[in-house]
């Protein structure tokens, strides 16, 4: 089984629509990361958590959302879906202590028509 | 400002054909440089972290190295399996957060 999972793997939706992404892990982490992906561009933190206390904003944090619901999920919000969040979505864990590595989820590919 | 910028944006290689991807960055307080392999469709999936300047680490046909001002990925004789985005990170900073260049997507012609 999976490390790190997320739900859907593929979503169609359309403008002003709410959507809700999941990921689940089984690693134990204490950190986890939301990033969106774009074509030619590097992953962008969308919002991290650090625990279930702890939620930051990432550098493009405008029109989403997140809960941190248990140590082992964290949830991603579009409360109002707009084309340009049109995107490849991950989730990403790691322990929380000093350096170390980020595990990906298999991603979520989002459409907003 | 803290970036990364990986070269080529695209490399076509025969199989067998050995060459270089290229990370170079400019951050201040490097704690760590992460290799990654993206296959199409899929997440982002951990090779190397690379600590200071002079070390270097290998993976099968994978040798990944790192000066003060760039990070190298070697591939010796790729085979078409080789072919993916190879994504590179830093992390830096006292909250140890990863910038991310916009990968190299590597092509193996059997």
């Known amino acids: 089984d999976a490390d790190v999972t997320q739900t859907p793997r593929n979503r169609i939706t359309k403008t002003g629509k709410r959507i809700m992404l999941e990921c689940s892990q089984t690693?134990?982490?204490?950190?986890m990361y939301w990033y969106r992906q774009d074509p030619g561009l590097g992953l962008r933190l969308i919002y991290y958590?650090?625990?279930?206390?702890?939620?930051n904003k990432g550098e493009i944090s405008d029109g989403y959302s997140v809960s941190r619901q248990a140590q082992a999920k964290f949830s991603l919000s579009l409360e109002s879906a707009i084309p340009n969040q049109t995107a490849l979505y991950f989730c990403?864990?790691?322990?929380?202590?000093?350096?170390?590595?980020?595990?990906f989820g298999p991603g979520t590919r989002l459409t907003v028509l | 400002e803290d970036q990364v910028t990986q070269s080529p944006e695209a490399l076509r290689l025969q199989e067998g054909e050995s060459s270089s991807l290229n990370c170079s960055y400019t951050?201040?307080?490097?704690?760590?440089l992460f290799w990654y392999r993206q296959d199409p469709g899929k997440g982002p999936e951990f090779l190397f972290t690379?600590?200071?300047?002079?070390e270097e680490k290998e993976k099968e046909r994978l040798k990944a190295t790192l000066t003060k001002k760039e990070s190298f990925l070697h591939i010796t004789a790729p085979k078409p399996e080789d072919s993916a985005t190879y994504l590179c990170?830093?992390?830096?900073?006292?909250?140890?957060?990863?910038?991310w260049g916009a990968g190299t997507k590597l092509i193996i012609k059997p």
């Open positions: 951050v201040s307080g490097l704690r760590g």
């Open positions: 690379l600590y200071s300047a002079g």
């Open positions: 990403a864990t790691r322990t929380g202590t000093g350096e170390g590595t980020q595990y």
């Open positions: 990170a830093v992390q830096a900073g006292s909250n140890y957060q990863l910038i």
């Open positions: 958590s650090f625990d279930v206390k702890d939620i």
């Open positions: 690693k134990g982490h204490d950190r």
